[in-house]
């Protein structure tokens, strides 16, 4: 069964730092391209940060871009996302996302939310 | 960022059909699928179509989707109220290099 859990939330200052994990099973990740997605609370959903399967391609939304850093380790089946200089937009509920071999992101963590105050 | 645009809310009673219309640019659905997710409250989204008129395994037929040049629609038949929940047209943007979401349209049954 493909399951994907992220970790590592919690309450960040502005101008402070985190990282996400997302622990990938139930397949081989190094095979699929992987996303984080975000959700504000009551807003939709933004593509913040995209990796390629072998990590050599990302990219990532102007709103994120210089501050955040998406990163992979295949051996360990984790995804990750370094957030830096947090502000209050940042605040979100952060899902990881696998691109399907179909297109789309056919699975989805539980979500994690960033509370960013002070 | 550039998203996609929606309606941001739709509905119909029980049984009628709802269409929830989405539109882009030549750099996302004018040169690539259309996605479509289902989300209900406190949940993570749910691939609900891909490839632009594809259902994954376990979606009922009651829902369709279609793409002309730039715009995109997602058709919800026999309305029913399980339907009720938030939905998000997606397609991948090759200028930004990322996923472009709709803002969300929000279906309610009457």
């Known amino acids: 069964e493909v399951q994907l859990v992220e970790s590592g939330g919690g309450l960040v200052q502005p101008g402070g730092s985190l990282r996400l994990s997302c622990a990938a099973s139930g397949f081989s990740l190094r095979s699929y391209a992987m996303h984080w997605v975000r959700q504000a609370p009551g807003k939709g959903l933004e593509c913040v940060s995209a990796?390629?399967?072998?990590?050599?391609?990302?990219s990532y939304a102007s709103s994120v871009k210089g501050r955040f850093t998406i990163s992979r380790d295949n051996s360990k089946n984790m995804l990750y996302l370094q957030m830096g200089s947090l502000r209050p937009g940042d605040m979100a509920v952060y899902f990881c996302?696998?691109?399907?071999?179909?297109?789309?992101?056919?699975?989805w963590g539980q979500g994690i939310l960033v509370p960013v105050s002070s | 960022q550039s998203v996609l645009t929606q309606p941001p809310s739709a509905s119909g009673t029980p049984g009628q059909r709802v269409t929830i219309s989405c539109s882009g640019s030549s750099s996302n659905i004018g040169i690539n699928f259309v996605f479509w997710y289902q989300q209900l409250p406190g949940t993570a989204p749910k691939l609900l179509m891909y490839r632009n008129n594809q259902r994954p395994s376990g979606v009922p037929d009651r829902f369709s989707g279609s793409k002309s040049g730039t715009s995109a629609s997602l058709a919800v038949s026999g309305l029913r109220s399980e339907d009720e929940a938030d939905y998000y047209c997606a397609a991948w943007d090759d200028r930004l290099s990322i996923w472009l979401f709709g803002g969300g349209t929000k279906l309610t049954v009457l």
């Open positions: 990796i390629s399967g072998d990590g050599g391609t990302t």
């Open positions: 996302a696998r691109d399907g071999l179909q297109g789309g992101l056919d699975y």
